[in-house]
């Protein structure tokens, strides 16, 4: 449903819909081309009809979702825009009933303006559009979540999100630094790694593993098949479903150093498993094959 939701704006101009027709070999020329332009008339007003229809129901449908949301008493609601790919909490605002409508419509994040009473959608002056894949509410129906994907940095600041101030560093009286993001275990890894790359070209930084392999593209590559064979074999051997978590982990982690080595991102390949969802296995691996 949430598809044919997003197509929805105001109703689009009805467009005309030709329908071939074969003269009618009962009828003169002139009467057969009278008799097919009446035909080819009354077609088109059904078909627009029709499509006229579909419109105002879809319309209506729109309406009833957003009279089901739970406004406070200044018709505003939270919502919280999220990276579809990395799950990062981009920013957060607030929506009315017609900020609502309008990302609906134009799949672009758009928020209720407090301070100016008017309507705004993230990136109408720098450009960095968050591009939206789906809304979610809460079970109470007053929170909105946009999930999407952003063109690029969301904070004014040029930051990645807006979050990146630690309580922490605020305890301490410490300035927040802007690239410690709220991450999630995956990217602080990701972070980790590009931390431990950085190093290398100065003279700080402890010895750590991490270094050794970005260095050394044969350790890594052995590692990564040396790691993957044992992750197998806890499957062939019937190992614990712990030493699997570990030797999975152990997989994770040696590919994101050679992600790392050949500057990806992890989003990246998050994106291509997403455009993957709605496409078999065996097309894909098909695909591959005809572009080759």
Request: a positive charge.
């Amino acid at each position: 449903m949430f598809e044919n939701l997003m197509a929805v704006s105001s109703l689009p101009c009805i467009q005309p819909v030709r329908v071939p027709f074969k003269p009618c070999s009962l009828f003169s020329v002139g009467v057969s081309g009278g008799f097919n332009k009446k035909k080819k008339i009354n077609a088109i007003v059904f078909a627009s009809w029709r499509k006229l229809e579909k419109d105002i129901n879809l319309q209506l449908k729109v309406d009833t979702l957003l009279d089901n949301i739970k406004w406070d008493e200044k018709g505003l609601a939270v919502a919280i825009a999220q990276n579809v790919d990395t799950g990062a909490i981009l920013m957060q605002g607030f929506v009315n009933r017609d900020a609502l409508a309008m990302t609906i419509s134009s799949r672009k994040a758009t928020f209720f303006s407090r301070s100016r009473a008017a309507l705004w959608t993230k990136g109408e002056t720098s450009k960095n559009f968050i591009n939206i894949h789906n809304i979610f509410v809460d079970c109470d129906r007053d929170s909105i979540i946009y999930l999407g994907k952003p063109d690029g940095p969301t904070c004014h600041t040029g930051s990645e999100t807006c979050y990146f101030t630690p309580i922490s560093d605020l305890l301490l009286n410490q300035e927040a630094k802007g690239n410690i993001l709220a991450l999630t275990t995956l990217y602080s890894l990701e972070y980790t790694i590009s931390q431990r790359e950085s190093e290398l070209t100065g003279q700080n930084g402890k010895p750590s593993w991490t270094k050794r392999l970005l260095l050394d593209e044969n350790l890594l590559c052995s590692k990564i098949r040396e790691e993957t064979d044992e992750l197998c074999r806890t499957l062939e051997e019937k190992e614990e479903n712990s030493r699997t978590a570990s030797e999975m982990a152990d997989v994770i982690y040696h590919a994101m150093v050679l992600l790392r080595r050949k500057d990806v991102k992890i989003e990246n390949v998050l994106e291509v498993l997403r455009q993957r969802f709605s496409q078999s296995g065996i097309e894909e691996k098909q695909s591959r094959i005809t572009k080759s």
